[in-house]
């Protein structure tokens, strides 16, 4: 974050527009409306503002700008077309250690003006940190349309029973609990039809129902998909915001750890080749300890928790000790990473099976079922192989594929750090070697490898690094055979 965003209580304290034109006016109101003392400061006035003053809402000191004017002052804007002024206002505050905000100038800012969609007591903030106020602005306007009106009045209900809750539920799981299942169900519904009565007695007699008491603990097993947060499924989302406790593993990527609840606590537990922070039993015991204590535990994994995930290992564990528990699937890496990289998996002209494998070294070696692999007309997609992937190219050839079958491999997919490296079954080794890759990667293997020259659609922020497909490589199925 490069700023941090808060709410500041100004009501009936002293703050002070720079400028009399119409940006300060928008500033004033802005003031007006928080319930700031405001004075302008500015040699005219325009024709709001002297409104303003007939009507007693703001002071005026009709002269420029003075140091001496921060006096008793606890938030600054600075709203005129010269930055000179705004540049003395902003040393000035600053050196006073005064909240000061110069419009369109975040180098002279301490603070910065969010797009605000207004639903009192319920506010909302958007900025983009000064770079694009026109593209927090149509945020906001989605936000209005999405966000009805009767919110105000939902958010004034909740608080006004909020202290009878707290009373009536003293385990604060519980209180978070019920407030999340009532918010999401009738009482809005009644809330947003007008029913605000009604709406009231239903949390009466819905508070009533309630037991005061630990709430039964529960695990959600998410696939987090292959590192894009744009990949995560909708009921993710959901319950990445109730939960009290998140357990994750490297292969989370941190812009969707960043979506968890904020207060939930985080638990890292590893799963790094030859590295991990907890052993898979050690795991499986966590889950149940929280759950016990009444934790809702989201197990966040890469992926798809099923597909090389041990999520069901966790699952048998779970459901030993009648530990309650959901399972959302993930798009696993072979999906996504490949449809970023333009390799479709399977395709009418190339290929007809697609077979998943892991390629874990073992003492140097790796256990498969080579014959089987070595297949015309499949795919094969290899998780966590890059460390042996000479052995899994040498290998493949020994066991019958031409050493000029299409292979590729993939870093970081779906991500802006998307490295594709494509070559062949000989070539490959090397040509991954030379990139510097580092794990997650996926392998893809099969003559699908060759639609990635015309399908490769996505472009991340980084270049991406692609070898040159080596002059021997086919360009259609029958000269790979």
């Known amino acids: 974050m490069d700023f941090l965003p808060v709410f500041l209580n100004i009501k009936n304290k002293a703050c002070l527009v720079v400028g009399g034109g119409e940006v300060a006016t928008r ?38 700008f003075q140091p001496r004017q921060l006096k008793n ?47 009192s007591p319920l506010l909302i903030a958007i900025s983009s940190g000064g770079q694009s106020p026109v593209l927090a602005r149509l945020l906001r306007a989605q936000l209005e349309i999405m966000i009805p009106v009767a919110y105000a009045r939902l958010a004034a209900i909740a608080g006004k029973f909020r202290q009878y809750v707290k009373q009536h539920l003293t ?66 989302m959901r319950l990445m915001q109730q939960a009290d406790v998140v357990v994750y593993d490297r292969l989370v990527s941190p812009a969707i750890l960043d979506m ?33 204590e ?3 535990v989201l197990r966040l994994k890469g992926g798809d928790p099923f597909i090389f995930g041990r999520g069901g290992e966790e699952i048998e564990t779970l459901a030993s000790h009648h530990i309650p528990f959901q399972v959302v699937p993930g798009i696993t890496a072979a999906s996504g990473v490949s449809a970023y990289a333009g390799i479709p998996l399977t395709h009418r002209d190339y290929a007809q099976s697609c077979i998943f494998v892991t390629g874990h070294l ?57 490295k594709t490296i494509v070559g062949t079954l000989q070539t490959l080794p090397d040509l991954a070697a030379a990139a510097n890759l580092t794990p997650p990667t996926l392998i893809i293997v099969g003559d699908v490898v060759q ?9 991340p922020a980084e270049k991406t690094f692609q ?11 029958d000269k790979t055979q």
Request: charged fraction near 20%; include cysteine; proline fraction near 5%.
């Open 171 to 236: 385990h604060p799981e519980k209180r978070r609990i019920f407030w999340e299942k009532l918010l999401q169900g009738q009482f809005t519904e009644m809330v947003l039809a007008g029913k605000d009565n009604a709406a009231q007695e239903y949390l009466r007699q819905s508070l009533q129902q309630e037991k005061d008491e630990s709430p039964q603990g529960e695990v959600y097993l998410v696939g987090a998909g292959p590192g894009n947060p744009d990949l995560l499924t909708f009921r993710a």
């Open 294 to 296: 009444g934790k809702r």
């Open 73 to 119: 002052i606890v938030l600054v804007i600075a709203a005129t077309n010269d930055r000179t002024t705004n540049q003395l206002v902003s040393e000035a505050a600053q050196q006073r250690q005064i909240p000061v905000n110069v419009v369109d100038d975040p180098d002279l800012c301490t603070f910065i003006m969010p797009s605000i969609v207004d639903r």
């Open 27 to 64: 500033k004033t109101l802005l003031l007006l409306q928080a319930g700031a003392q405001v004075s302008v400061v500015s040699p005219k006035l325009d024709t709001t503002l002297k409104e303003y003053l007939v009507h007693g809402k703001i002071k005026f000191c009709a002269e420029y």
């Open 451 to 459: 639609l990635h020259q015309n399908l490769a659609w996505f472009e």
């Open 362 to 418: 073992k003492n140097n070696s790796i256990e498969l079922d080579w014959p089987y692999l070595a297949r015309t007309n499949q795919t094969i997609v290899i998780y966590m192989g890059l460390l042996g992937l000479p052995l899994l190219c040498q290998q493949l050839i020994t066991h019958g594929l031409p050493d000029s079958t299409p292979a590729a491999i993939v870093q970081q997919g779906t991500t802006q750090k998307q």
């Open 467 to 477: 070898a040159q497909i080596i002059s021997g490589i086919a360009t259609d199925r």
């Open 260 to 292: 968890v609840r904020r207060d939930a606590t985080r638990i890292y537990a590893g799963k790094e080749r030859n590295r991990h922070t907890l052993e898979q039993e050690s795991i499986n015991q966590l889950l149940v300890r929280l759950a016990q």
